[in-house]
C-alpha cells in the first residue's frame, strides 16, 4: 500500500478489502483491487513494518484478520504484531483460527 494513505496497516488493509466495493477513503491506488481480492483470498493482511505513520517502523511486522459480524461484514480485525524473525505465514494462520472463533461470538452463536 502507498505511503500516506489512511489504512496501510495490516489491519486497515483487511477491513478496506472486505468492505463495501466503493468506500469513502478517497482514491484508491492502482493496484488496490488486486491486492483486496489477495487479501480476502488469504483471508489475512500482512504489513512488513509499515505501521502507524506509513512510514517504515524497523523491526515491527504485523498481519490481521477480519472479525464478522451479523451480517459477515467486518465490524474489527484481529491483528498480531511480530518482530521480523517470526514467519507472519504461519501467525497468520493461527489469527485465521482464532478470528473465526471471536467471529462466531460476535454472531451471537
Known sequence: MTPGSRWFTAAGKVLVAGADPNPLLGPLPAS????????????AACDLEEVMTG???SGVRCTAVPLLGADCAPVAALCVLTD????????????????RVISVGLRGR
Open 84 to 99: 521480523p524473525a517470526h514467519r507472519l505465514e504461519r501467525l497468520a494462520e493461527v489469527a485465521r483460527q482464532t478470528g
Open 55 to 57: 512510514e517504515v517502523m
Open 32 to 43: 488496490w483491487l488486486q491486492e483486496a481480492a489477495a487479501i480476502r483470498d488469504r483471508g
